[in-house]
């Protein structure tokens, strides 16, 4: 079955960029749109953007000047970079298949990886 | 943005309780809505999409209802594999949005 796994840099200073890559094994990226999900210590979900298999980008505004979401076919990824991090930033980010059946949800996740912003 | 707001945020209830939900969409969603369960240290997993759609796998006694801007997740009887965080999500437009969740714990 699809499987999702996030890789990346665990601690980002501040200012710095933080990286993270989604790799999809079990299935191919095609077709599909995919998607980065943040959630701060202790707090709710929030959506970062997403990406489609062609290329195509979207993200949250709050976000939008500092983010950029990339997706490589050949080797069945897609990756996030948020430049200028803050403390506030903190957060396990989740990568996600955005399926799209009568509604646009989120139906298959990565374990999460959690991203400490810290000098 | 769609702000989506969840109530209550948090609940006490016993096995075999029936449990609902509610979330209220900031504007007419029509059926954009989606609900998810999250246990702890683990990632979401989506139970009801379109409003009343059950996901493959998900057991019977989760449902959802509701159209427009209220939303309402029902656990007919609560198992104890349920105790848990629930988010509803809409889709109807980007910024995508969560609700700020509601925590189902052991009464």
């Known amino acids: 079955q699809v499987q999702l796994q996030e890789s990346g840099s665990g601690l980002v200073k501040p200012s710095e960029t933080l990286s993270l890559t989604c790799t999809v094994s079990?299935?191919?990226?095609?077709?599909?749109?995919w998607g980065w999900i943040r959630q701060p210590p202790g707090k709710g979900l929030e959506w970062v953007g997403y990406?489609?298999?062609?290329?195509?980008?979207n993200s949250d505004p709050s976000l939008k000047s500092r983010v950029s979401i990339s997706v490589d076919t050949s080797q069945n990824q897609f990756s996030l970079k948020l430049n200028s991090v803050t403390a506030a930033d903190t957060a396990v980010y989740y990568c996600?298949?955005?399926?799209?059946?009568?509604?646009?949800?989120?139906?298959?996740w990565g374990r999460g990886a959690l991203v400490t912003v810290s000098s | 943005d769609i702000q989506m707001t969840q109530s209550p945020s948090s609940l006490s209830a016993s096995v075999g309780d029936r449990v609902t939900i509610t979330c209220r969409a900031s504007?007419?969603?029509?059926?954009?809505l989606n609900w998810y369960q999250q246990k702890p240290g683990q990632a979401p997993k989506v139970l009801i999409y379109?409003?009343?759609s059950l996901q493959r796998g998900v057991p019977s006694h989760f449902s959802g209802s509701g159209s427009g801007t209220d939303f309402t997740l029902t656990i007919s009887s609560l198992q104890p594999d349920d105790f848990a965080t629930y988010y509803c999500?809409?889709?109807?437009?980007?910024?995508?949005?969560f609700g700020a969740g509601t925590k189902v714990e052991i009464k």
């Open positions: 504007q007419s969603i029509s059926i954009y």
């Open positions: 990406v489609s298999y062609s290329g195509t980008t």
């Open positions: 999500q809409q889709s109807y437009k980007t910024p995508l949005t």
């Open positions: 079990g299935g191919s990226i095609g077709a599909y749109y």
């Open positions: 996600a298949r955005l399926f799209y059946d009568s509604s646009g949800y989120f139906d298959l």
């Open positions: 379109a409003a009343s």
